[in-house]
C-alpha cells in the first residue's frame, strides 16, 4: 500500500526566501502529484510528474522527481505572499481502478510573511 | 467552461437524515472519485468509478454509497449519516488512457455538518 509523507507541514517563511518541501512515498508510484489548495478552496493541480528525473517550473515553483530515492521536492524560489497555501503531493500507484487512485501526504501550509 | 461541480456547497443536517451530495463533469472525464479531507488526516477516497455502472470501494467506504449511471455524473448518498462524517468532501474527474496522466481535476467541495 502506497502511503505518502510530507515534510514540513507547516513552514513560515520569509518573502524573497527560497525553500523546499519534500514528499516521500513507500512504494512504486509511477506518477507524483503536487496540488495547491487556497483556504476554503478546492484543490488546483500545479504539477505532474511522470517519470525519472522529471523537472516542472511555473513560475516560483519547480516541482523534481526522484525515483529510485522515491522522493519528490516542490522548491520555491524568492517566496511572495501570494504563494502562501497549503501544498499537497499525492502519488497514484498499482494498475487498473488503483492506478487512477490518489494517496495523498497530509499537506504543508506554507505561510510567507512580508 | 470545463469543471467539476458540486451540489450542495454547504450542508448541516441531523443524524440519520438520508442525504446526496452531488457531483456532475462537463469534460467527459471516464474516471470519478470521491474524497474526504478532515484536519490532521488529508485526503482519503472513499468511492470510485471507472466508467459508468462501475464503481468500487476506497480506502473509506464506510457508511457512504454511490452510484454511476450517466458518465457525467457521481452523486455520493449517505443513507444514515453520522457525525463522524462531517467533513469536507471532494469529488474529482480525470480522462482514463496513458496521454491524459490521470491529472483529477476536483470540485469546489462540500462542507457537510452531521449533529
Known amino acids: 500500500e502506497l502511503k505518502v509523507e510530507q515534510n514540513p507541514l507547516f513552514l513560515s517563511m520569509q518573502e524573497g526566501k527560497n525553500y523546499t518541501i519534500y514528499c516521500n512515498y513507500s512504494t512504486t508510484s509511477d506518477r507524483l502529484y503536487w496540488y495547491r489548495q487556497d483556504p476554503g478552496k478546492s484543490l488546483e493541480s500545479l504539477f505532474v510528474?511522470?517519470?525519472?528525473?522529471a523537472v516542472k517550473q511555473e513560475g516560483r515553483l519547480m516541482a523534481s522527481l526522484d525515483t529510485k530515492a522515491r522522493l519528490s521536492t516542490l522548491h520555491i524560489t524568492a517566496a511572495v505572499h501570494d504563494l502562501s497555501a497549503t501544498y499537497f503531493c499525492a502519488g497514484s500507484p498499482g494498475s487498473g481502478g488503483s492506478n487512477y487512485k490518489l494517496t495523498f501526504g497530509k499537506g504543508t501550509l506554507l505561510t510567507v510573511n512580508p | 467552461e470545463a469543471q467539476v461541480t458540486q451540489n450542495p456547497r454547504y450542508l448541516i443536517t441531523v443524524t440519520g437524515k438520508k442525504l446526496t451530495v452531488t457531483c456532475s463533469q462537463n469534460m467527459n472525464h471516464e474516471y470519478m472519485s470521491w474524497y474526504r479531507q478532515d484536519p490532521g488526516l488529508g485526503l482519503r477516497q472513499i468511492y470510485y468509478?471507472?466508467?459508468?455502472?462501475?464503481?468500487d470501494k476506497g480506502d473509506v467506504p464506510e457508511g457512504y454509497k454511490v452510484s454511476r449511471k450517466e458518465k457525467r455524473n457521481f452523486p455520493l448518498i449517505l443513507e444514515s449519516p453520522s457525525p463522524n462524517q462531517t467533513s469536507l468532501y471532494f469529488c474529482?474527474?480525470?480522462?482514463?488512457?496513458?496521454?491524459?496522466?490521470?491529472?483529477?481535476?476536483f470540485g469546489p467541495g462540500t462542507r457537510l455538518t452531521v449533529l
Open positions: 510528474l511522470l517519470s525519472n528525473g
Open positions: 474529482a474527474s480525470s480522462l482514463r488512457g496513458t496521454g491524459s496522466y490521470n491529472e483529477q481535476f
Open positions: 468509478s471507472m466508467n459508468v455502472e462501475v464503481t
